[in-house]
């Protein structure tokens, strides 16, 4: 079955950065367009960043654009979310996605 496990969340200072991890497995994966969303409290759920198949399109939010770069490694069935000069509004519970799959989520928490 689907399996979509994302890794790499944690506590980082303002200006500081992470790399997310979402392990795939289930699927033809380099098949499949991935995204990235988020979740902060109290707000509905947001789409961060997909990247294309083979990894030669990428879109992003507006408000992530020039500081977060989702990227895939299809022979490790992996997709990718580097996360730089990170704000406190990034702090979110943040998502991978394949079709209507979910992982269960990495908290990313921004603050001194």
């Known amino acids: 079955q689907v399996q979509l496990v994302e890794s790499g969340g944690g506590l980082v200072q303002p200006g500081g950065s992470l790399r997310l991890s979402c392990a795939a497995s289930?699927?033809?994966?380099?098949?499949?367009?991935m995204s990235w969303y988020r979740q902060a409290p109290g707000k509905e759920r947001e789409l961060v960043a997909t990247?294309?198949?083979?990894?030669?399109?990428?879109t992003y939010a507006d408000s992530v654009k020039g500081r977060f770069t989702i990227s895939r490694d299809n022979a490790e069935n992996t997709v990718y979310l580097q996360m730089n000069s990170l704000k406190p509004e990034d702090t979110a519970v943040y998502y991978c996605?394949?079709?209507?799959?979910w992982g269960q989520g990495t908290q990313v928490t921004v603050s001194s």
């Open positions: 996605r394949y079709n209507n799959y």
């Open positions: 289930g699927f033809s994966f380099r098949h499949y367009a």
């Open positions: 990247i294309s198949p083979a990894g030669l399109s990428t």
